[in-house]
């Protein structure tokens, strides 16, 4: 009997047609000839009735109001699917989420028969939770290695999408960096990087069935693999265009920027400081990024952005003056400089996941917005209500399933407030995280 099987990205097509998760859930669950399925968006996701399964990644915290919407509307017209949902906010911690769902997926599914044991309805499975078979500690799974079995060679693609046109290709996954903030070098360990051969075989392939002229370079830091050049070069003596989803200034060399010829260069410097940069283990220095500044006017870039932090854990008035200063500083040698502010946000399984959110970050973006506007620099940062939001989710526990019914982050950030409860959840005073064994 052939089964319906949906895999919904919680948000517009825009942004999901380029998140790999979705090819790669859509390519795993494909291999099943019993089982008929199909991608789905906000715009689309109505048409679904009468399934077997739904799965929703979840990639960002704030797309649980739209996923939760999703289910709600979605229960009456599948009485009999299996809801599920997966992805790095699974990983992160589900509690806040469990209530809507029959079961989470915890890990990366490739080389295991985890989703369609969950298909089956059968729940008590490694790496996944259930509030039909309860468990007090979940395992995430993953695979030792990463071959190219499971890749996604077929890749629907859009103009639309972050990449445009492009064939995704995921170098590796994991991060061998050691970043005390970061979620996905705690949630991917350990860093696993794909062989060469592979992916010059995936690109090829990628490029020729999907008939298009770009790849999409995906990995946490791309520069970090080893035979960066090499894929590069093969992929520029096809006459393919580059795209790299993330360069660390210091991996940074005449050799890729020949070949990528960026009109933008991305720097992640995070804090302005070069003590506060150690204190996150952050490992670039001011000499790192001043190579890179050299490299972007030897190659003619034509803007430098820069992502910084603010809120984080010993962080100074010095620290933000730093910031500005060294802002001030890169400007004098490119002509266009643009910054991303936003505040940290104390990420479970990282080292700073009992941290409390800061609240003053707020203050200092604005404080650091004024300062560098009369530079000519662009300060852009997300809604803060959203950041206060991704906070809480990221570290709540299962009371908040109730909260979720709020639509979006401000009414969500307000019903916290009546009762009393967002200074509890910006401390932090449980972790049930601790549960998810990374
Ligand atoms: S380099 Fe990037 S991905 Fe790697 S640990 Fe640091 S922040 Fe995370």
Redesign the pocket.
């Known amino acids: 009997m052939i089964r319906n099987v949906a895999i919904i990205y919680p948000n517009k097509f825009k942004a999901g047609i380029s998140c790999l998760a979705v090819h790669i859930l859509a390519c795993h669950l494909s291999k099943y000839r019993d089982l008929n399925v199909g991608v789905y968006f906000l715009e689309n996701y109505e048409k679904i009735k009468n399934f077997d399964a739904i799965f929703i990644t979840l990639q960002y915290e704030n797309d649980y109001f739209n996923a939760v919407t999703i289910v709600k509307d979605l229960k009456p017209h599948n009485p009999n699917a299996v809801f599920v949902a997966g992805g790095p906010c699974v990983m992160e911690n589900f509690y806040p989420i469990t209530d809507f769902f029959d079961a989470v997926i915890v890990g990366e599914i490739e080389n295991s028969e985890v989703m369609l044991k969950v298909i089956n309805k059968e729940f008590d499975v490694e790496g996944v939770y259930s509030k039909h078979a309860k468990k007090d500690k979940v395992k995430r799974i993953y695979p030792k290695k990463l071959g190219v079995e499971d890749y996604p060679i077929y890749q629907p693609s859009s103009e639309e999408g972050a990449y445009g046109k492009a064939f995704l290709l995921e170098i590796g996954r994991g991060?061998p960096?050691?970043?005390r903030f970061?979620l996905?070098?705690a949630i991917y360990y350990p860093p696993r990087f794909r062989k060469l051969n592979d992916l010059m075989y995936l690109a090829e392939e990628g490029i020729k069935v999907n008939k298009v002229n770009k790849v999409a370079l995906i990995a946490?830091?791309v520069g970090d693999y080893k035979y960066i050049v090499e894929l590069c070069n093969f992929l520029d003596e096809k006459g393919v265009q580059i795209s790299p989803s993330?360069l660390?200034a210091d991996t940074l060399n005449d050799d890729l920027m020949r070949i990528l010829k960026p009109k933008t260069l991305t720097i992640?410097p995070e804090a302005g400081s070069e003590r506060l940069r150690e204190f996150i283990k952050?490992d670039i220095n001011e000499g790192d990024i001043f190579n890179a500044i050299e490299l972007a006017k030897k190659y003619n870039v034509e803007k430098v952005k820069l992502y910084f932090m603010v809120g984080i854990p010993t962080e100074t008035d010095e620290d933000i003056e730093e910031l500005i200063t060294l802002t001030k500083k890169i400007k004098k040698e490119i002509r266009r400089v643009e910054i991303s502010v936003n505040p940290m946000i104390p990420k479970p399984h990282t080292d700073f996941e009992e941290e409390e959110f800061d609240l003053s970050s707020k203050k200092k973006i604005k404080y650091i917005e004024k300062a560098l506007k009369k530079e000519n620099i662009k300060v852009e940062y997300e809604n803060f209500n959203s950041m206060i939001c991704q906070c809480v989710l990221a570290r709540g526990d299962e009371m908040l399933n109730k909260y979720l019914n709020c639509k979006n982050p401000t009414n969500f950030i307000s019903a916290l407030k009546k009762d009393k409860l967002l200074d509890k959840y910006l401390k932090v005073d449980k972790m049930p995280w601790k549960n998810i064994i990374i």
Request: charged share 40%; hydrophobic share 15%.
């Open positions: 991060c960096r050691r970043c970061c996905a070098r946490p830091s993330s660390r992640a952050k």
